[in-house]
C-alpha cells in the first residue's frame, strides 16, 4: 500500500480499492497517516464493500471530521467486522457519530478506540449504543477520559447488553463510585469475560469487592498490579523475560508520573521510554558486574 502524506488519499485510489479489494479481507492501513479528508475518501469507498472484513486506522491523524465520515461508513456497509482506530484524536463529537452508526450496524464485532481523545459525553454515547446492540464483542476504551460518569454509564449498558465479551477501560481515570458501579454490574451481566481496568485511580479497599464480583461471573479482570508488575508491564515483558536482579530494580525505582509518561509502540505493547530502559538496564549491569 503506497504512502501518501498528508492525509492526500486521492478518490481514483479509492475507488479502485472498492473494485479491487474483491478477494481481500483485510486493509492494514496503519501509521499511514490518512487525515480526515483521506478517511472520508476512504470510509465513502467502504460504504458498498462487503469483502473486507478487517480495517486498520490506526495512527490515522484522524480527528472528529474523519469519525463523522466513518460513522456514514458504518450504516451502510453490511461486511465490516472489525475496526482499528486506536492511536487517533477522536474526540466526543466523532464518538457521537460512531455510536450512533453501532446502534444501527449489524456486522462489526470488534471496536478498537485505545488512546483517542474520548471523554466522558463520548462514553455516554458508546456506553447507550450498547443497550441497542446485540453484535459488538470487544470494545477498546482503554487511555481514554471516560472518568467515573461515563464508567457508571457502561455499568448501566452492562445490565441491558448480552454481546459483549471484552471491555477495556484502562487508564480512564475511573474513581471509586465507578468502580462500585461496574461491580455491581459485573454480579448480573452474563456475557461479559473480560475487563480490564488498569491504571485507574481506584482505591485498594474495592480491589477485593470487584474481584470477588467478577469471580461470581467468571470474568477475567485486570486491576492495578503491585510495583514490580507495574514496571513489568509499563515495558511489555513479563517476569520471565527479565534476570532477578533487574527484576528487583525495577522493583525499587519509584514511578513518577513525569518519568513515565507512556509510549505505544505500533504493537500497541505499553513501554516505558527508551531513555528509561536504558537507565534500568545501565543500572542492572552495573549491579551485575563483578566485583
Known amino acids: 500500500m503506497k504512502f501518501y502524506p498528508h492525509g492526500i488519499f486521492p478518490s481514483f485510489f479509492c475507488i479502485s480499492l472498492s473494485m479491487m479489494a474483491l478477494d481481500n479481507t483485510e486493509l492494514n492501513l496503519d501509521y499511514h497517516f490518512l487525515g480526515d479528508e483521506g478517511v472520508a475518501e476512504l470510509a465513502s469507498a467502504m460504504k458498498s464493500n462487503t469483502s473486507i472484513k478487517n480495517l486498520n486506522l490506526g495512527h490515522g491523524v484522524i480527528g472528529d471530521q474523519g469519525a463523522r465520515a466513518i460513522g456514514a461508513m458504518l450504516k451502510a456497509n453490511s461486511g465490516l467486522t472489525a475496526l482499528r482506530l486506536y492511536n487517533n484524536n477522536i474526540g466526543d463529537a466523532g464518538i457521537a457519530a460512531i455510536a450512533d452508526a453501532v446502534q444501527q450496524n449489524t456486522t462489526l464485532e470488534i471496536l478498537d478506540l485505545f488512546n ?63 468502580a462500585c458501579s461496574l461491580q455491581d454490574a459485573l454480579k448480573v451481566n452474563s456475557s461479559l469475560t473480560s475487563i480490564n481496568l488498569y491504571f485507574n485511580p ?33 515495558m511489555g515483558v513479563t517476569s520471565a523475560d527479565l534476570p532477578e536482579p533487574l527484576i528487583k530494580i ?34 542492572y549491569l552495573k549491579e551485575a558486574a563483578p566485583h
Open 250 to 283: 525495577c522493583s525499587a525505582v519509584s514511578p513518577k508520573a513525569k518519568e513515565i509518561w507512556l509510549c505505544l509502540l505500533e504493537s500497541k505493547i505499553v513501554r516505558l521510554p527508551d531513555e528509561l530502559v536504558c537507565l534500568l538496564f545501565k543500572r
Open 202 to 234: 481506584i482505591p485498594v479497599s474495592l480491589d477485593e469487592e470487584i474481584s470477588r464480583a467478577a469471580k461470581f461471573n467468571q470474568i477475567h479482570l485486570a486491576l492495578n498490579p503491585g510495583e514490580k508488575e507495574l514496571w513489568l508491564c509499563l
Open 116 to 178: 483517542n481523545n474520548t471523554g466522558v459525553q463520548g462514553a455516554i454515547d458508546l456506553a447507550s449504543a450498547l443497550k441497542r446492540n446485540s453484535t459488538l464483542t470487544e470494545l477498546d476504551l482503554g487511555f481514554n477520559r471516560c472518568e467515573t460518569t461515563g464508567a457508571r454509564a457502561f455499568a448501566e449498558s452492562l445490565y441491558e447488553n448480552c454481546a459483549l465479551n471484552v471491555l477495556n477501560l484502562s487508564n480512564n481515570q475511573i474513581h471509586g463510585d465507578g
